[in-house]
């Protein structure tokens, strides 16, 4: 069972997806997604342990498509890193109250 104090956001796909509720990391990855528009997210500039796991469950488990831009970065350690964009049209939706229908 999940505690009503953990994080959470509700959200829907547009135009007609209906509500879901996602939860702590999950809920906090897709709060960056959509305030980050078209430029998406990197683990560099939004820094969390495992951006690919949230990620993956949020295309997943909630069906949002997510694209992984991977991208190279100079430096000691030089390599490359993923940025996520969120593709899906969502909108954050209030949770519903209680007692009324």
Same mark, same amino acid.
């Given at each position: 069972?999940?505690?009503? *104090?953990? /994080?959470?956001?509700?959200? &829907?796909?547009?135009?007609?997806?209906?509500?879901? %509720? !996602?939860?702590?990391?999950? =809920?906090?990855?897709?709060?960056?997604?959509?305030?980050?528009?078209?430029?998406?997210?990197?683990?560099?500039?939004?820094?969390?342990?495992?951006? *690919?796991? /949230?990620?993956?469950?949020? &295309?997943?488990?909630?069906?949002?498509?997510?694209? %992984? !831009?991977?991208?190279?970065? =100079?430096?000691?350690?030089?390599?490359?890193?993923?940025?996520?964009?969120?593709?899906?049209?969502?909108?954050?939706?209030?949770?519903?109250?209680?007692?009324?229908?």
């Amino acid at each position: 069972m999940i505690s009503d *104090s953990k /994080y959470r956001i509700r959200a &829907r796909v547009l135009p007609d997806g209906e509500p879901m %509720t !996602i939860y702590g990391r999950e =809920a906090w990855c897709l709060e960056r997604l959509m305030a980050a528009g078209s430029r998406g997210c990197t683990p560099i500039e939004q820094p969390a342990p495992r951006w *690919s796991a /949230y990620v993956h469950d949020l &295309r997943h488990k909630f069906g949002l498509v997510i694209e %992984t !831009i991977h991208e190279p970065h =100079a430096g000691p350690f030089a390599g490359s890193h993923a940025r996520y964009v969120l593709r899906s049209e969502v909108e954050i939706v209030p949770e519903p109250v209680e007692g009324l229908v």
